[in-house]
Nanobody
Framework: QVQLVESGGGLVQPGGSLRLSCAAS????????IGWFRQAPGQEREGVSCIRSNDGGTYYEDSVKDRFTISRDNAKNTVYLQMNSLKPEDTAVYYC?????????????????WGQGTQVIVSS
């Protein structure tokens, strides 16, 4: 049974940092790419970042490029999202997802399983 469990969300001031974790079970990170998504109140869910399974190559949406870093620990079957220089507009529920292939091409349309999400609030 595939499961994805996010953690690490919380309240942080603008300019601060958070590290989100996505613990995967029921499958190996070595075979599937993992994506991070977010959904702000009243808005559609959007892609944030993706990491390939084969070589660990990464992709970032323009809104988070140079501020967020996605990484993985295959031994722990866990993917991380380090978020720095956070802005109020980063406030959202963050989800990780198993992508139905080992690369990040069109990852936002190729989600196999979702996690339950973790809330991030950026506010002073």
């Amino acid at each position: 049974q595939v499961q994805l469990v996010e953690s690490g969300g919380g309240l942080v001031q603008p300019g601060g940092s958070l590290r989100l974790s996505c613990a995967a079970s029921g499958f190996s990170l070595g075979y599937f790419a993992i994506g991070w998504f977010r959904q702000a109140p009243g808005q559609e869910r959007e892609g944030v970042s993706c990491i390939r399974s084969n070589d660990g190559g990464t992709y970032y949406e323009d809104s988070v490029k140079d501020r967020f870093t996605i990484s993985r620990d295959n031994a722990k079957n866990t993917v991380y999202l380090q978020m720095n220089s956070l802005k109020p507009e980063d406030t959202a529920v963050y989800y990780c997802a198993q992508i139905t292939r080992n690369n990040c091409i069109n990852y936002v349309t190729r989600v196999g399983h979702w996690g339950q999400g973790t809330q991030v609030i950026v506010s002073s």
